[in-house]
């Protein structure tokens, strides 16, 4: 079982950047793949990134480039270091851990068991 703990969030502007942190409690967290996914106002929830067990990463286009996610097992924490913001940006940012041991469809809400109540950030102009 793994509990996680969003922090980070706050308000920045455009060309900002920011960096989110995922607290992780519980044994074996080094056997979850760990993603980060956000969600706007109205909008559904939508993948940003995942890194699993080996340190392979995956990106959605939006954020590849900007964005870099990382774990530090001995810690317990997965972040989301966040370059450039955009407005776009802005949305309530959830980590989530998968206990998988293949996570065969890493942007898909569904491959991810455990979730944190979530961190906000907003990016003005």
């Known amino acids: 079982q793994v509990h996680l703990v969003e922090s980070g969030g706050g308000l920045q502007q455009t060309g900002d950047s920011l960096r989110l942190s995922c607290a992780a409690s519980?044994?074996?967290?080094?056997?979850?793949?760990v993603g980060w996914f956000r969600q706007a106002p109205g909008q559904a929830r939508e993948f940003v990134s995942t890194?699993?067990?080996?340190?392979?990463?995956v990106y959605a286009d939006s954020v590849k480039g900007r964005f870099t996610i990382s774990r530090d097992n001995e810690k317990n924490m997965v972040y989301l270091q966040m370059n450039s913001l955009q407005p776009e940006d802005t949305a309530a940012y959830y980590c989530?851990?998968?206990?998988?041991?293949?996570?065969?469809?890493?942007?898909?809400?569904?491959?991810?068991?455990?979730w944190g109540q979530g961190t906000q950030v907003t990016v003005s102009s």
């Open positions: 989530a851990a998968s206990s998988k041991l293949i996570l065969g469809q890493p942007r898909s809400l569904g491959s991810y068991g455990y």
């Open positions: 519980g044994r074996t967290f080094e056997n979850y793949a």
């Open positions: 890194i699993r067990q080996n340190g392979n990463t």
